[in-house]
């Protein structure tokens, strides 16, 4: 008789650990389920920074000189820096009449010839047509517009827009290899190709 309590009471001993063990493999298994999903799911920040182009995140900074063209007297800088994938542009002129003048970005960075037609017509590398900037009609890359130069003919223009970039390698965006010109006249933001904005007074290539 005791000797078959004895062995009652091992098979049940047995019984208790063997279901104690099945449980934790049990959740062993759970933990390691779960561990492997958090592994495979990508977070918010690393999607960003793959979706972003390579040139974003880059800051750059080109001084350009502008010179006097056509018998003028206009000469100034231009100074654009990039941050974030935005491009700004700070401009000062001097030199100029009093009132209104056109300035552009144009396909070239040639400024060799008196006149400044060496840098070619206004860039335009989607190939809309001239306008207003922002115009849903459509208007160019370079169509950076009107300024108002004081009665001392100085002028400061700033430009902030995400359609530029610095050396990108982009066609569409990239205004390295380009230049600066300012016109005597006023862009009538209607006259194609160019806005009949008249004589270009000064210019300056966007080299590094």
Known sequence: ???????????????????????????????????????ETPTTTEKTTKERPDY????????????????????????????????TMMARLSGLTPGEHAIHIHETADCSSDDGKSSGGHWNPTGQPHGKWGDVAGYHKGD???????????????????????????????ILGKAIIVHQGVDDFKSQPSGAAGTRVSCGGIIE
């Open 1 to 39: 008789m005791k000797r078959s309590i004895f062995y009652i009471t091992i098979l049940a001993l047995c019984l208790s650990i063997s279901c104690k063990s099945d449980k934790k493999d049990e959740a062993t298994e759970a933990v390691t389920e779960v561990e492997a999903e958090v592994e």
């Open 56 to 87: 974003f995140d880059e800051k750059k900074m080109v001084t350009v000189t502008l010179d006097p063209k056509s018998n003028s007297g206009v000469s100034g800088n231009v100074i654009f820096s990039q941050e974030a994938g935005v491009v």
């Open 144 to 174: 950076i517009g009107n300024f108002t130069a004081n009665a001392e003919g100085k002028a400061q223009i700033t430009k902030v827009t995400d359609e530029w970039c610095i050396g990108c390698g982009d066609a569409t965006k990239d």
